[in-house]
Structure formats: C-alpha cells, structure tokens
C-alpha cells in the first residue's frame, strides 16, 4: 500500500484481523502495550481494538508527552509565565495542564504573557521580535521534538539572542520502559514500539526489551493497518517462541535513527540524574536539562523557580492509568468531574491522553468475553 | 509535507491541505519536491 486511505482500508482490516485471530492459543490472555500517545489515539479513533479477539488486551502506555509532565513542574512554568515583562510560550495541550495553582491558560486569563506555538521556531521568532521582553519556551516532549528544541537554541546561540531561553522538561523514552518492566503491577506479553520517536533514535535503544525481558517489540506507524500489523507480528513472535525488535514502519524509521538528531542533542542536552514523572515518579537518567554549553539559554538558571513537588489530586488515577493498572473508565473521576473541556488529570487534556482517547470515541465502558 | 522552496536552511513547505509551514531542514536531504516527515517545525525523516 502507498496512499494514506490504503492504509485504512477496511477489508484489509479483517484480513489482519482473521491473521491475529489465527494467531492467539486460545485461554491465554495477552497484554500488549502500546507505547506511544499517538497509537492510542488511532487505536480508538478508528475501533482497532473491536477487530481484535478479547484475548488480546491493549495496555496504554507513557508515551504522551503532555500527560507525564507533574503537577510541580507546571506550578514552576506559571511561576516563570508571572515574572514582569515574560513571554511565556508552550504548546497548546500544555496550557490546559493543571498544577496546582491552576493551568497556564488560567495565568494567561489572570494577566500573564502566555502565548501559544506550534514549534519551538515560533517562540525564536517572538524573541526576535520583542527584544526588550524576555521570552521563555517551556520545551516538552521524547526524542521526537527534542530535536527542534535543540536546533532552535542552536540558532539562538548563533544568533546571539540574550532575551530568549527554555525550560526544559524533555523526557526520554527508555527508562520509563524499563521501570515498567520492573514493576511487578504489570504483566505485559509485548510492546507496540513508537513511530515517531524512533524515526530519531531508531530501534536499536529498544533490543533491551527482548534481551533482558523476553519481550517482542514491534515499532510501528500510525494508521490502522499498521497498528494491526504491528499487533500480528508481536503474537506472531510470541507463536513461535522468537523475542526480538522489529520495524514495521520501515517506510519512515531507519533502524539506525536519524544521526544528525541523536548529535545535535548530544551537543545541546546533557540527562539529569532523575526527573519526576506523573504517576511513575522519579526515575533516573530519563529527562534532559541544557548542557554547559547552553546553560545560558535555562530559564531556570535565570528565573526563579519554586521546584516543589505536588502530589496529584486523590481522585485522579492518571498514574494507574499511565503505569497501564486500569483503564480510563475505572478512574473514579473519568468522564464526571473530569473531562476535556475541565479535565482533572493530564491524560485528559491531550489528545494523545488515555482518557481523552476513551471519552472522545465513546469508551465509557468496556466489557469483553474472552475467547 | 511537500518542500517547495529552500533557503539557509530552511524550507517553505507545504501540507496535504494545501497550508504553507516554514520548516528547519538541518536533519534531513531534502530538497523541492521531496516529501518530509515534520515534527514541531522539524523535518525529522525524508520520505
């Protein structure tokens, strides 16, 4: 297939559909996880799950980027947004994230400079255009959009920009992987490996998963058949007793990743010894900070921060969901006291979120008998 | 996206609707014509 409705060709779905059905020994249960927000997303957009037999669960995993950022660490960007004479830029989701003052939107409505855009490229630009204003970035985001993080502070850098700087809570993807595996809540039989990240650091930071763990991964795109055919292959391996990583979405990743991305983020990112995730805690090694190089371009080097942790609201289950122990529905708050337009949780307000995936397309409730 | 256009680096791109980005080039060879895959104002693979 080449053209973007091929891949959501219906017929060709219960084809798939048939091959995961032949697949699966029946009376096993098998849970897979697909990393990605965006997997999430299709999974309930288009109804991949209702083509697969009840046997096979799928277990939403931390992939989006908005939902791991903590209540804590938003207080610290609405703490940098109420500075006098700050642009505070961010990306659209991360404005409706709650902390514990309330979200950036609510700063922005109560006097700050909170500004939406679509790429770190348009926070430079309102540097350039507003030389007596300190603009601030506050960069979210895996491997996927470190990147642009990374070349527009180079460009600042090479520009000479003093009035512009970041605040970077840029995750990584692989410890959170490995402290699920270590975690004894979860049983997992596979991973749905992410498109997009990989696409920078390929599939080589995933062997880890079949290696140590004796799980299958499989990285895949983003249009229904590609989630389906992700999904066979994993069972596929499990049939025949093989545990490796592969690329079903050769098309855009290269299994190497892309070189030029892994190296500018060396240059401007250095790993902090632990950052704090939503509902997983903290874990080492897994967010970035600038490097000594680009120290002079941290927000929180030249503002100041309240950096406190904040515990989440008791009747939001947003870590459960993230760590994949319930499903959205089985929150106590979903679709009630917390839905997209007023949501408690962040897994409510992105739309790569469990929760936002589940009440968008109708998932108030599932039950399924099992084969 | 579709490159129509570089320059220092940079290229005028073009979605499926037809919207015009400007969009950072320096991970990928691309030039016009070529197809990219974008991310936050990124080319991140060449199609």
């Not at chain 1, 798939?16 to 009376?27: D, F, N, R």
């Not at chain 1, 090694?285 to 008791?314: C, M, N, Q, W």
């Not at chain 1, 997209?340 to 968008?360: K, Q």
Request: hydrophobic share 40%.
């Amino acid at each position: 297939v080449k053209f973007v409705d091929e891949f959501r060709d219906a017929e060709l779905g219960q084809v798939l559909a048939g091959e995961i059905l032949a697949s699966v020994e029946p009376g096993r249960h098998y849970k897979v996880m697909e990393v990605c927000g965006g997997h999430t997303h299709s999974i309930y957009k288009y109804g991949v799950d209702d083509l697969l037999p009840a046997n096979v669960e799928l277990v939403h995993g931390p992939g989006c980027p908005v939902c791991v950022i903590p209540m804590g660490r938003v207080d610290d960007g609405i703490a940098v947004a109420e500075e006098p004479g700050v642009i505070f830029t961010c990306f659209g989701d991360m404005m409706r994230v709650p902390g514990s003052r309330g979200t950036l939107l609510e700063a922005k409505a109560d006097g700050a400079d909170v500004r939406m855009v679509y790429s770190p490229l348009d926070a430079l630009r309102i540097a350039r255009s507003n030389p007596d204003r300190q603009v601030v970035f506050f960069a979210i985001g895996f491997e996927t959009t470190a990147p642009s993080t990374a070349l527009t502070l180079k460009r600042a850098k090479a520009e000479g920009l003093t009035n512009f700087s970041c605040m970077c809570s840029h995750v990584t993807i692989v410890p959170p992987l490995r402290a699920l595996l270590d975690s004894p809540d979860l049983r997992l039989d596979g991973f749905i490996g992410p498109g997009h990240v990989s696409t920078v650091v390929g599939a080589r930071p995933f062997e880890f998963i079949p290696a140590a763990y004796g799980k299958p991964v499989v990285i895949a795109g983003f249009e229904p058949l590609d989630i389906l055919q992700a999904i066979q292959m994993i069972l596929v391996q499990l049939r025949e007793g093989r545990c490796e990583v592969e690329n079903q979405y050769k098309r855009v990743v290269p299994y190497e990743g892309n070189q030029r991305a892994l190296e500018v983020m060396a240059e401007v990112f250095e790993l902090r010894p632990h950052f704090e995730w939503r509902g997983l805690g903290f874990i080492s090694h897994s967010g970035l900070k600038l490097s000594e190089a680009y120290a002079d371009f941290d927000a929180e080097l030249r503002f100041s921060t309240p950096g406190i942790r904040v515990a989440d609201p008791k009747a939001c289950q947003c870590g459960e969901v993230l760590k994949g122990v319930i499903k959205p529905w089985e929150c106590k708050v979903f679709g009630t006291a917390c839905t997209p337009e007023r949501p408690i949780g962040t897994c409510m307000v992105s739309s790569e979120g469990a929760c936002a995936a589940y009440y968008n397309f109708g998932r108030f409730a599932r039950e399924r008998e099992v084969v | 996206m579709k490159v129509l256009r570089v320059r220092d680096g940079l290229a005028l791109c073009e979605d499926e609707s037809g919207k015009h980005h400007t969009v950072e080039l320096a991970l990928v060879d691309a030039g016009a014509g070529d197809q990219v895959l974008v991310h936050a104002g990124v080319a991140l693979v060449t199609l």
